[in-house]
């Protein structure tokens, strides 16, 4: 109390203070006695043990890291490793797992559709993203999981998972074939893309921009076969040399992130489209758009495919129908032609034609796989496939009557 009377006498002079002051933060005795701001924090006296609990927390957490594969600025980086499940990588006379077999060739022109399940292909822990036929021959199948890993898968003989490749950290988002299907491209959600030989496993490259890239294209042309296009997250088209590992051309146009590449016109242009509702041409090598698409009432397109004929590509709109626009000079919408009666909403479901150019089909959002009539537009068959998603379809190059359907169930499955 003294200490109070002094402290009283310095600041009130001789009158008495309430000693209700003392408690409020807000007045000058307050200041005074406690030398500091009312807002000033506590001395908290630290803590330099760590209690059961949290040391227990940071084991978890170290633990959790780990696993996931920690992230670095540019992409995230894994040990490349990979899995041979066959018996052997070549056979007795010395042909590689990998050669297609020697009498492959088409049954028939005519294609037709798929009625009964007579394969399923599964391996993958989580969805699968994206499928592959092996280029001209289709006797391997490769996938793209949701569980970081891509697996091949023979077609004709065992129906085995034959090896799997494991080198990125997260989802894998989209796989390409190289010409001949001695190597593949694969692009992650750990913003990486990888090049890897098919045969062995081997990741022959890796690039990235530190962005996440939602398609990889080669260029179709055989000497061009070392150039790589992605579109990416951030709205780029990048263009790399896979010789050199250089980024060659940036296409940077688009308001949204590119979801499709498809390379037309004799592989002199290519059709992108994104997020931003629009599409562009552009041609190869030079970043200025030679054709812009965009009107008030189209909806992203997440998935676009080819004609076999090459006049037409199919484009899957988010408003439930799949558009046809041309690939002549004016890339004009071909109004007659519009397939409906999927739901798609919300689902990037691949778009494919049959070889032979008389069906359409696609994926949907409820795991049912349709069938269209190129000419009549008509539905002709719906498949139920998957539970959940059905999200890609490919028709068997050779097998004209052959499909294959992935989903987000995990599985591939073949139909004939």
Not at 32 to 50: D, F, H, I, R, Y
Not at 92 to 118: E, M, V
Not at 208 to 228: A, F, R
Request: with cysteine.
């Amino acid at each position: 109390m003294k200490d109070v009377e002094m402290e009283n006498e310095v600041v009130g002079g001789e009158h008495e203070v309430d000693p209700t002051e003392i408690d409020n933060p807000a007045s000058d005795v307050w200041l005074m006695k406690n030398k500091k701001s009312p807002w000033a924090g506590k001395k908290v006296g630290v803590q330099t043990e760590l209690t059961e609990e949290q040391k227990k927390y940071a084991e978890e957490y170290a633990k959790k890291k780990e696993e996931k594969g920690h992230s670095v600025e540019k992409g995230e980086h894994l040990v490349d490793k990979t899995t041979f499940h066959g018996k052997e990588e070549r056979d007795y006379q010395g042909r590689s797992w990998i050669a297609p077999p020697k009498d492959a060739k088409a049954t028939n022109d005519h294609c037709y559709i798929p009625k009964r399940l007579i394969h399923t292909w599964s391996g993958h822990t989580k969805g699968v993203s994206a499928i592959r036929f092996f280029p001209k021959y289709g006797h391997l199948i490769l996938s793209a999981g949701m569980d970081t890993k891509v697996k091949i898968w023979d077609v004709f003989n065992s129906g085995k998972c034959m090896r799997t490749y494991m080198g990125h950290s997260k989802a894998v988002r989209d796989i390409s074939f190289c010409n001949d299907g001695t190597k593949f491209l694969t692009a992650g959600y750990d913003k990486n893309i990888k090049y890897w030989d098919t045969e062995t496993g081997q990741v022959i490259s890796t690039f990235s921009t530190g962005k996440i890239p939602y398609v990889v294209k080669l260029n179709p042309d055989e000497d061009k076969q070392h150039i790589l296009l992605a579109g990416m997250s951030d709205k780029k088209i990048v263009q790399w040399d896979i010789n050199t590992g250089q980024t060659t051309q940036e296409y940077d146009q688009h308001l949204g992130a590119v979801n499709t590449i498809t390379f037309v016109d004799n592989n002199r242009r290519f059709v992108t489209s994104s997020d931003d509702k629009s599409l562009r041409v552009w041609e190869f090598g030079i970043p200025v758009v030679i054709k812009y698409i965009s009107e008030p009432h189209m909806h992203s397109m997440p998935a676009i495919s080819l004609h076999p004929n090459t006049n037409w590509l199919a484009a899957q709109s988010l408003d439930n129908q799949i558009l046809i626009y041309s690939t002549r000079e004016r890339f004009q919408l071909n109004k007659k032609k519009r397939f409906a009666g999927h739901i798609v909403a919300g689902y990037a479901c691949q778009v494919n034609f049959s070889p032979d150019g008389r069906f359409v089909m696609s994926g949907d959002g409820e795991g049912k796989c349709w069938f269209w009539d190129w000419k009549s537009c008509k539905v002709f068959r719906t498949l139920k496939c998957h539970e959940g998603v059905c999200i890609g379809c490919e028709w068997h190059p050779l097998e004209q009557s052959k499909v294959a359907t992935c989903g987000w169930d995990g599985l591939i499955k073949y139909w004939d």
